[in-house]
């Protein structure tokens, strides 16, 4: 009797033990299937999916020529192997700058800088919506940026300083022809116009229509380093489009934009201007 009872208590521990390495192999399996799916969601449509392809050719090569024996060439891929691996961190910066990103704007690493109200914000997009309709009906070129949780100030710096309330009338004024700050991105933080005139990093996809202007690859080149939001009015058709994680919406009315907007900043954090007593020291 006792033997039998020391036998099933060893198997209903044996039983949870494998129950227990079950589960956590599944959650094992499921982290790293996600890290390697948002790591493709990241590098998608950049120029790291042309070196991937390139350097699982070179894998495949390698195996082959280990199993036909070809010694020279197996030798030769395993040098290439090696130094690939000093080279990817090097190759591949601006998408593990991005991964950092997204990882950092995760909610851990960062901190709520200030959240507009849900009337604060709701003007604010009005606003711009309603300046981009003007703008599209006039055909003037406009480019709006709107700074989320990823910090922009080092392009603040490359325009000029205004530190305004966003209104539909400054908008459309800072984007006319003849205006000495119409030439370069308007950024706003937290329901504020904190510069014009601004210079934004171009897109490096490959795969940009050739048809879209230096606005539209500007706009897109911040979405893909920054989650911050842009708003392109073309200076040629018109055509309103907004940009955001690296992709482009366009052929949007005041009405469409305004959903879009409230779709990706309502309940966001919008970082809030930075008081005024502690401006000249940080800015």
């Not at 591949?92 to 507009?116: K, N």
């Not at 490959?206 to 911040?222: C, E, Q, W, Y």
Request: include cysteine.
């Amino acid at each position: 009797m006792p033997f039998n009872f020391t036998v099933a208590r060893l198997t209903e521990s044996l039983a949870k033990v494998n129950a227990a390495n079950a589960i956590r192999s599944i959650v094992d399996i499921l982290i790293v299937a996600y890290v390697i799916y948002k790591l493709l969601v990241i590098i998608r449509g950049t120029k790291a999916v042309s070196l991937l392809k390139g350097i699982a050719v070179i894998f495949i090569a390698t195996m082959l020529s280990d199993l036909l024996e070809l010694r020279t060439v197996n030798w030769l891929l395993q040098k290439t192997i090696t130094i690939l691996f000093v080279a990817l961190p090097i190759v591949f910066l601006p998408e593990l700058r991005r991964a950092l990103e997204q990882i950092g704007r995760g909610g851990i690493f960062t901190g709520p800088l200030g959240l507009l109200e849900k009337e604060d914000t709701v003007i604010l997009i009005s606003d711009i919506a309603k300046a981009a309709t003007v703008m599209a009906r006039d055909k003037i070129g406009a480019l709006i940026v709107i700074e989320r949780d990823t910090g922009i100030a080092e392009l603040m710096e490359t325009g000029t300083r205004i530190d305004a309330v966003v209104s539909t009338e400054l908008l459309i004024n800072i984007f006319m022809p003849n205006s000495p700050l119409h030439d370069g991105a308007v950024i706003i933080r937290g329901g504020r116009i904190m510069a014009a005139g601004c210079y934004l990093p171009l897109s490096e996809n490959p795969n940009i229509s050739k048809r879209l202007g230096t606005r539209h690859r500007a706009a897109l080149g911040l979405s893909e380093q920054s989650d911050a939001v842009s708003v392109v009015v073309s200076e040629e058709t018109g055509v309103i489009s907004l940009a955001s994680s690296g992709k482009l919406m366009r052929y949007l009315d005041e009405s469409a934009l305004q959903e879009r907007l409230i779709e990706l900043l309502h309940g966001s954090k919008l970082r809030q201007g930075i008081p005024a007593w502690l401006r000249g020291h940080v800015m």
